[in-house]
């Protein structure tokens, strides 16, 4: 589990194809309180520690992974943001994020209001019911309140910290992003599909 509290903002520094993706990532974390099997969220996706050294650490992606996310596109220099899985006693500073991203979501428009940016993004049709006004989501692993909905589209505002310290810095319109619902509200919805 992970809060959606972006704790290093890294980049990819490999990437090898093999039968699996290795992917291998700079980082400012010291790497030796990492574990080897420990859980890494990168740009939201919970993924395993199998190799590491003085300031980077590397996964490996299934084909899985790299069609459910936009690891597929990530090449060298790619900025991705971190999250360490949270440990019992932690502050729980954004919400409960799994590190299962559910599908990718589109950015529509990004428009600067006062020092922040709003944003607005597009998710497929079939994840629309689970976001709401004043609601949760994690996107590229960032927790955010969602500001409004219209149909498939909603929007949240980034202030110039998150702008910083993750990479919505880099975005830009067109681009996709992966995108996790609220757990509450997958549950939710599950128990009235059943109901």
């Not at 520690?49 to 990530?74: N, Q, R």
């Not at 607005?120 to 019911?129: A, E, G, I, M, T």
Request: proline share 3%; aromatic share 8%; net charge negative.
């Amino acid at each position: 589990m992970f809060t959606g509290i972006i704790t290093d903002l890294g980049s990819v520094r490999a990437v090898i194809k093999t039968g699996d993706t290795r992917f291998e990532f700079n980082t400012s974390y010291d790497t030796d309180t990492i574990e080897i099997g420990a859980s890494i969220a990168c740009n939201g996706g919970c993924m395993t520690v199998i190799d590491k050294g003085p300031g980077w650490f590397a996964i490996s992606a299934s084909g899985e992974s790299l069609s459910k996310t936009t690891m597929g596109t990530w090449e060298v220099g790619s900025p991705i943001n971190f999250e360490r899985a949270l440990c019992l006693g932690d502050e729980l500073g954004g919400h409960l994020v799994g590190g299962h991203v559910d599908g990718l979501a589109d950015v529509v428009s990004i428009t600067k209001e006062g020092d922040s940016h709003r944003f607005v993004f597009r998710v497929p049709q079939d994840l629309k019911k689970f976001v709401a006004p004043k609601g949760s989501v994690a996107l590229n692993g960032v927790s955010l309140t969602v500001n409004e909905v219209e149909d498939d589209c909603f929007g949240v505002n980034i202030i110039p910290h998150t702008l910083e310290a993750t990479n919505f810095g880099q975005l830009k319109a067109g681009d996709k992003i992966n995108f996790e619902i609220d757990t509450l509200a997958r549950y939710m919805a599950r128990m009235l599909e059943t109901e």
